[in-house]
C-alpha cells in the first residue's frame, strides 16, 4: 500500500514535470521565416496564434491542476506536519510551473529578436513587406516619400508583442491560489515573468533592432531625392502654362525628354530592390 502511494506520487510528481516543458515549449510567437507580412497582417496573425496557443496552455495547467488535486486526495486527512510538506511539494511545483511561464516568453521574445536581429551568423529573412509611397501629394512642394506601414506603426506593432504575451499568461494563477484555502501572498505569474531580467534584455534587443532598421528604411528613401523635381511639379500648373503659352513641338519635347530618362533610371532602382532582401 505505502509503496503504490510513493509510485503514484512519483509519478504524479512526473507528470507535473512534462506538463511544465509542454507550457515552456509552446511558444506565444509564430515565426516561420517563410512568410513576409504585408499591411499589418503580422499583428493579426500573432493575435490568432496567441489565442490558440492560450487555450492550450490553459488545457495543460488545469490538468496539472488535476493531478495535484487527484495526488492530494491520499493525503487531506493526514497530520499537520503531512499537510505542511504538502503545502511545501506545492509551492515547488508552482515554482516548476512559474519557470515554465518564464521559459516560455523568454523564448517567443527570442524568435521575434532572432526574426529582427538575425543569429549573429546569418542576416534575418524579410519579416515584412513595405512599400515605397508618395505621401501628400497636394500642394506639390510638401510631397515626400514614405513607407506603408509607416515605421511608427512598425515599431510598435512589433515592441507591443512583448506586453500581448504577458496579458495572454496574466490569466494563470499560482497553484497554491487554486489548491488551498489559505492566501498566497506572491505576486502574479505574470508580474514575476515581466520583471525577469533576461526578459528585459531580450525587449531592449527587439528594440534596438527595431531602430537600426527604421534607420536602414530611411537611409533608402533618400536614394529616391533624385526624383523629387518629379513630384514637386505642379501638374495643374505645368498644364495650365503649356495651354496659354502653346509652345511648339520642340519646345514640348525638350520638356518632357527627361521624363522618360528618369522612368528608365526608376524602373533599374525597381528591379535593383526586387533582386534583394527587403530592407
Known amino acids: 500500500m505505502v509503496q503504490t502511494i510513493v509510485n503514484e506520487y512519483k509519478a504524479a510528481t512526473l507528470a507535473i514535470a512534462r506538463s511544465a516543458q509542454q507550457i515552456s515549449e509552446a511558444l506565444l510567437v509564430r515565426i516561420t521565416g517563410k512568410r513576409v507580412y504585408n499591411d499589418l497582417e503580422f499583428e493579426e496573425d500573432q493575435k490568432e496564434h496567441r489565442a490558440w496557443v ?17 495526488t492530494y486526495e491520499v493525503f487531506k486527512h493526514d497530520s499537520a506536519e503531512v499537510q505542511q510538506y504538502w503545502m511545501a511539494y506545492t509551492i515547488k511545483m508552482n515554482r516548476m510551473m512559474e519557470e515554465a511561464f518564464r521559459l516560455n516568453v523568454k523564448w517567443s ?10 543569429d549573429g551568423k546569418t542576416t534575418p ?11 501628400n501629394n497636394y500642394p506639390a512642394p510638401s510631397a515626400q516619400c514614405g513607407v506603408s506601414p509607416t515605421l511608427a506603426q512598425l515599431a510598435n506593432m512589433v515592441n507591443d508583442i512583448s506586453s500581448h504575451l504577458i496579458t495572454s499568461i496574466s490569466v494563470f494563477c499560482h497553484l497554491p491560489e487554486i489548491l488551498t484555502k489559505g ?3 506572491h505576486d502574479p505569474i505574470s508580474v514575476l515573468v515581466e520583471r525577469d531580467e533576461d526578459i528585459k534584455k531580450i525587449q531592449a534587443l527587439i528594440s ?33 502654362r503649356y ?11 525638350a520638356d518632357t525628354a527627361r521624363f522618360p530618362h528618369c522612368f528608365k533610371k526608376i524602373h533599374r532602382e525597381i528591379s535593383h530592390l526586387q533582386g534583394c532582401p527587403a530592407p
Not at 492560450?54 to 487527484?70: A, F, G, N, P, Y
Not at 521574445?109 to 538575425?118: D, P, Q, T
Not at 531602430?211 to 526624383?227: E, G, I, R, S
Not at 495651354?243 to 519635347?253: G, K, T, Y
Open 54 to 70: 492560450q487555450q492550450k496552455l490553459m488545457d495543460i495547467h488545469e490538468e496539472v491542476t488535476s493531478i495535484m488535486r487527484q
Open 109 to 118: 521574445l527570442l524568435e521575434l529578436s532572432k526574426a529582427i536581429n538575425g
Open 125 to 135: 529573412n524579410p519579416l515584412f513587406r513595405v512599400k515605397v509611397i508618395l505621401q
Open 183 to 185: 492566501r498566497f501572498l
Open 208 to 240: 534596438g533592432g527595431m531602430q537600426a532598421n527604421a534607420m536602414h528604411l530611411q537611409a533608402y528613401l533618400k536614394t529616391w531625392d533624385v526624383y523629387h523635381e518629379i513630384w514637386e511639379v505642379n501638374k495643374d500648373s505645368f498644364i495650365n
Open 243 to 253: 495651354r496659354h503659352l502653346n509652345p511648339l513641338v520642340s519646345s514640348f519635347d
